[in-house]
């Protein structure tokens, strides 16, 4: 099982990226998929999650309206589009599959797979 996020880099404020996460070795296509970031010295945090259809996509407040998750499952990859980014955004971003269903107001903390994050730094 490997899955694996890409696409970091440093930005300033008010900046663009666009977070990738592959999967193998396992039924991507039956799994939900969140993205989540711990930031140095903080705890690991829920950012958005979608299930495996793409459906009932999660976004936790304090990116709402700014970061858009999406997949492409004839790709096997999942998007994390984060735009307007702000210093506190910045942290390692990692991506996580599991069986649990998502919908807009609930996304759990526990995922089966996990995978090498990608690190984002958000600065002028």
């Known amino acids: 099982v490997q899955l694996q996020a890409s696409g970091g880099g440093s930005v300033q404020p008010g900046g663009s990226l666009r977070l990738s996460c592959t999967a193998s070795?396992?039924?991507?296509?039956?799994?939900?998929i969140g993205w989540f970031r711990q930031a140095p010295g903080s705890e690991r945090e829920r950012v958005s999650c979608?299930?495996?259809?793409?459906?009932?996509?999660y976004y936790e407040d304090s990116v709402k309206g700014r970061f858009t998750m999406s997949r492409d499952n004839n790709k096997g990859t999942v998007y994390l589009q984060m735009n307007g980014l702000k210093p506190e955004d910045t942290a390692v971003y990692y991506c996580?599959?599991?069986?649990?269903?998502?919908?807009?107001?609930?996304?759990?903390?526990?995922?089966?797979?996990w995978g090498k994050g990608t690190l984002v730094t958000v600065s002028s």
């Open positions: 996580a599959a599991g069986l649990a269903a998502i919908s807009t107001t609930y996304c759990p903390t526990h995922m089966e797979y």
């Open positions: 979608t299930n495996y259809d793409g459906t009932g996509t």
């Open positions: 070795g396992f039924p991507w296509d039956d799994y939900a």
